[in-house]
């Protein structure tokens, strides 16, 4: 695993929301991929976020967008968050930062595609820069595994799957690994980005 790279040690954010944890368990990851690289990390729960955290997601370096797919977009609560960010769209609080972002779902697909652009395009109103995954697909050729990092073949952020009756344990290993290299590439990104200001 890759060692924290010289630079100013950055800070990230993560904005998630999860239902039945499922989408939690990519937090923790991308949070621990973020840590190995140096990065001070705050994962922020949008759907009871404080005045204090809208305050450490202001002054991040670097924000990762996360939620559950349903109905084939990002959750309602992650929704409802995003629309209360109109104020600082407004005022360009976030302008210039890196963003990512990292969904899950059911389904191996499950659209989780268009969750993924969604929070592209939230970035993109903020004049955020989107940070890719950064991976190759995996488990596209007969020498590839399920257990392939990116095995379900993303390029936009990170997305994972688990069966839609079990609990968060569930959450597919690969799709763990893969959501801790995210949390690593935008770590490193912000890290870049911390030292270009000063
Ligand atoms: C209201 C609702 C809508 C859902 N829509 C989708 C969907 O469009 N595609 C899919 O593959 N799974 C869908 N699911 C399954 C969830 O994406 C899946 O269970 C996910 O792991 C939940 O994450 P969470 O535990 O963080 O909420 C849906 C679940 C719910 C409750």
């Known amino acids: ?21 499922h989408t939690a368990v990519l937090a923790q990851a991308v949070r621990e991929g973020a840590a190995d690289a140096g ?23 670097a924000i990762v967008f996360g939620a559950p797919t349903y109905m084939g ?9 995003a629309q209360a960010t109109s104020g ?3 005022e360009r609080a976030w302008a210039d930062k890196p963003a990512a972002g990292f969904t899950v779902s059911g389904s191996k697909s499950g659209d ?5 652009q ?13 940070v890719n995954l950064g991976l190759l697909p995996g488990w ?15 390029y936009l952020g990170a997305a994972g799957q688990a069966d839609v009756d079990l609990g968060p344990e569930a959450v597919t290993k690969a799709d763990v690994e893969t959501a801790r290299h995210l949390g690593r590439r935008v770590a490193e990104t912000a890290r870049r980005f911390a030292a270009a200001r000063v």
């Not at 977009?73 to 968050?81: N, V, W």
Request: hydrophobic content about 45%; charged content about 10%.
């Open 88 to 90: 600082r769209w407004a």
């Open 73 to 81: 977009t990002a959750s309602a609560a992650f929704h409802a968050f």
């Open 39 to 61: 990065a001070a990390v705050t994962a922020i729960q949008v759907d009871t976020i404080t005045e204090r955290q809208w305050q450490q997601l202001d002054g991040a370096d």
């Open 118 to 130: 969604y929070f592209g395009v939230l970035a993109a109103q903020h004049g955020m820069h989107w």
């Open 140 to 154: 596209n050729s007969s020498a590839g595994s399920e257990h392939d990092l990116n095995r379900l073949g993303f």
């Open 1 to 21: 695993m890759a060692g924290p790279s010289a630079g100013p040690s950055p800070t990230v954010a993560i904005a998630y929301h999860s239902g039945n944890g």
């Open 112 to 116: 989780k595609l268009h969750t993924l």
